[in-house]
Every structure is written in C-alpha cells, then in structure tokens.
C-alpha cells in the first residue's frame, strides 16, 4: 500500500506555544490529505480536509484559526497546532488516499501518528 | 447524522478460536467498507475493504457485507495473540470516511 510519514511521533510543548506536525507522502502525490485527532479510547474524528494548492476544509466545531493547514506541494501537508492547551493533548493522524484506489473508493493509508502533550 | 456502531468489547476469544467482529452503519448510500486494525498507541492499518454484498476473503480474514441490512463484519479464522488490537469499521459515504470507535479483541492464550 501507500507509504504515508508523519513527523514527528512524539512532542511536548508548555502551553501556549505553537507546534507543527508533518505528513508525507512517499511514494506517490497526494492532492488531498486528511488530518484525524483521537482521544484515548475514543475513535478516529475527522478534523479537515487539506486540499493542495488551495484552502483546507474543516470540519464543523474544528476551529481553523487554532489548527491551521497548509498542504503547499503534492506529497507535504502540515497542521500547526496553536496556542496549545492542555485539551489540545491528543493523538493527531494524518492520512492520504490510496492513489491505486478505483474510483472514488480509495482506501485512506495513515501516518504513524503523532502523540501531542501540552503541559 | 451519519454514524457507524460498535461493540466497544472488550472481545475475549480463545486462540485458535474464531474472532466475530460487527459493525452497522446508518447511511445508506455507503459504497465502501473498510476494518482497520489498530494496535495500542499506533496508527490504524488497513486490514480489509469490501465493496459489494457478500464475502470477501484475504487469508485468515473473512470481511461481509449486507447492504440491504446495513451491517459489515469481520471473521478472524485461527486467532492469534498478535490479533489483539482494536478493530475499526469504517465507511464511506460521500467523499468522508466515517470510523466507528472500535472493537478491542483480546485473544487468550
């Protein structure tokens, strides 16, 4: 399948600071990616859409002034959390869809995650 | 709004044993149909998609899907320790990819 690379895996960051998470695609473009956050034992809530070259798509209660998106070339998409807060802390995923996928049904490959721990 | 359920579990099943993993879902125009499992503190891996009704099998998984009943599972054949994980349903509807919260399966030695 698709290789998909999120950087980093870990960070800890005092509130009120600003932090960026990066997501790769490796080995294939990828105009749209999707940024996931979930919460201990809770599933997978989709936040946004990054869309290459033009604005993100957010999801209703994500606020994008706080979580800004920028997915400037075919296979980097970044989400910079700002102003982190302690509620912030989550586990933050991105993921690229299959770009073999037939049709409109292409299966979404994630990154390794990446753990966010605001104190 | 458009939901996917699960048995949050935990599903305790014996090694060797068969492992049932059930999911439905309430949008009816959903074309594809996606198990994610999804070790603990790890990103989901996609496992199985299935896209018409009936069965679908990749080694020791089994995935199937009613459409006209709105429900998808998962069969685990020979379950192993390193089946233990949470299994995810996903489904997708419009251009999203909806998730359900997961089964944990826990396989007994």
């Known amino acids: 399948g698709a290789v998909v690379s999120q950087h980093p895996s870990r960070v800890i960051c005092k509130s009120g600071t600003s932090v960026k998470i990066e997501c790769r695609s490796l080995d294939f473009q990828a105009t749209t990616m999707f940024w996931y956050r979930q919460f201990p034992k809770q599933s997978l809530m989709l936040m946004a859409t990054s869309n290459e070259g033009s604005k993100a798509t957010y999801e209703q209660g994500v606020e994008k002034d706080k979580f800004l998106i920028n997915h400037a070339s075919l296979t980097l998409s970044t989400l910079t959390v700002t102003s982190a807060h302690p509620e912030d802390s989550s586990f933050y995923i991105c993921?690229?869809?299959?770009?073999?996928?037939?049709?409109?049904?292409?299966?979404?490959?994630f990154g390794e995650g990446s753990r966010l721990t605001v104190l | 709004q458009k939901e996917v359920e699960q048995n949050s579990g935990p599903l305790s099943v014996p090694e060797g044993a068969i492992a049932s993993l059930n999911c439905t879902y309430s949008d009816r125009v959903s074309q594809s149909f996606f198990w994610y499992r999804q070790y603990s503190g790890k990103s989901p891996e996609l496992i199985m998609s299935i896209y018409s009704n009936g069965d679908k099998e990749d080694g020791r998984f089994t995935a199937q899907l009613n459409k006209a009943s709105q429900y998808v599972s998962l069969l685990i054949r020979d379950s192993q320790p390193s089946d233990s994980a949470t299994y995810l349903c996903a489904v997708k509807g419009d251009d999203k990819i909806i998730f359900g919260k997961g089964t944990r399966l826990h396989i007994l030695p």
């Open positions: 993921s690229a869809r299959d770009p073999e996928g037939r049709g409109n049904t292409g299966e979404l490959f």
